[in-house]
């Protein structure tokens, strides 16, 4: 009955979250390559066309999918380095986050400021990221430091 054992359980579940995480990292990978050439040509083809007014709401579409192709492309930079390094680099995550507040902040449709809430809102957890980062690099940069002292 060794296969039931305590060490063999969780090496296998081990083993299956590392298939399951390179499955979800070539998946993505490939939705992040297919969204760039996509975004690509969309975007060449109105530019040639010039079909597209870039000032009455164009350039806020492109930037829209363009951060959210960056924010994916960090998404699947927190999948390696979990396979690498084997935990989830909660900086990577915090990062992220911020990524896509951001977005969400600079796509804002027009006459969203008036939703003093909704900037509330976006201002504190825009606060609150930014602190949770500086707290875990700071407490990184400090364990590191404390680490080559002795």
Known sequence: MDFLSDKRFLD???GYERQLAKLLALLLAAVVG???VFL???TGA??????VNWFDGGLIKLLDRLLLI???LEVLQNITAYLRDQVVQIELVLLTALTAV????????PGTDYKPQLMVGFGAIS???AVAYWLVRNARTNGE???SST
């Open 12 to 14: 296998g579940i081990h």
């Open 102 to 109: 951001a977005r969400k902040v600079i796509v804002l449709p």
């Open 127 to 129: 606060v609150g990221l």
């Open 70 to 72: 960056f924010i994916a």
């Open 46 to 51: 109105k530019v040639i066309s010039l079909q």
């Open 40 to 42: 690509f040509l969309d």
């Open 145 to 147: 430091q404390g680490e």
């Open 34 to 36: 297919l969204a760039t």
